[in-house]
């Protein structure tokens, strides 16, 4: 089956530019989650969809970082403006339901110069 | 909230020497417990999972964990390592009420031919 599909794999802006990521999940999958891995730390949640629904998004920063996931499927993560912290590789992935493995997708690793 | 402890940030092994990874998470309640791998320039994938049952689980390419409820803990291994198994290996746990799957910081493991 077809994985998870992140576009694209690499972006290198200046600070206080924006940029976005999409995502494709896998067909089927419910769920859908966004992480930041910032070099040499586990993977944070940023926001999970369950559907075209919010369930958490604590961990977002919201004055800089938006999401949306239009019709249940594929979902956008977008920073405005970006700050050098926040040059790390997001990582989407896609599961089932709450209680099951999630997929990742490649990841985009951003570089904010 | 929940958290994961990975203590061990950089394992370096021989071939043919037996790997145990340690993982310890924080919540007391019902578990679902994962360890994912990442080899170099790929994506996260799961290695093996535990939800209920036997706490000795076994995963992909010889990998087995053990779920120790009283001590929270659900440390990796395998008895040989290879080469093949350089990677970066994450324990994660998601708990029902939180939703989220939690990662810990990582292990980086280099194997020595």
């Known amino acids: 089956e077809a994985g998870v599909a992140q576009s694209p794999r690499y972006k290198i802006i200046e600070k206080r530019q924006s940029v976005a990521f999409w995502c494709n999940p896998i067909?089927?999958?419910?769920?859908l989650y966004w992480y930041q891995q910032i070099l040499g730390q586990g993977p944070k949640l940023l926001i999970q969809?369950?559907?075209?629904?919010?369930?958490?998004d604590s961990q977002l920063p919201k004055d800089r970082f938006s999401a949306e996931r239009l019709k249940g499927v594929d979902s956008t993560l977008k920073i405005q403006p970006a700050k050098l912290e926040d040059s790390a590789v997001y990582l989407c992935a896609s599961g089932l339901g709450d209680d099951t493995e999630a997929f990742f997708g490649q990841g985009t690793r951003l570089t904010v110069v | 909230a929940q958290s994961v402890s990975q203590h061990n940030h950089h394992v370096i092994l021989s071939e043919a020497a037996s790997l145990e990874l340690g993982c310890n998470y924080s919540y007391g309640g019902t578990v679902n417990l994962f360890w994912y791998v990442q080899y170099p320039g790929q994506h996260l994938q799961l290695l093996l999972k535990y939800f209920s049952g036997d706490p000795l689980v076994k995963g992909i390419k010889g990998f087995e964990a053990e779920f120790i409820k009283s001590k929270f803990s659900f440390n990796l291994r395998k008895p040989s390592v290879q080469w093949s198994d350089t990677a970066e290996y994450f324990c994660?746990?998601?708990?029902?009420?939180?939703?989220?799957?939690?990662f810990g910081s990582g292990t980086q493991l280099t194997v020595l031919p």
């Open positions: 994660a746990v998601n708990d029902g009420s939180a939703r989220q799957l939690t």
């Open positions: 067909s089927g999958h419910a769920t």
């Open positions: 969809f369950q559907n075209n629904g919010v369930v958490d």
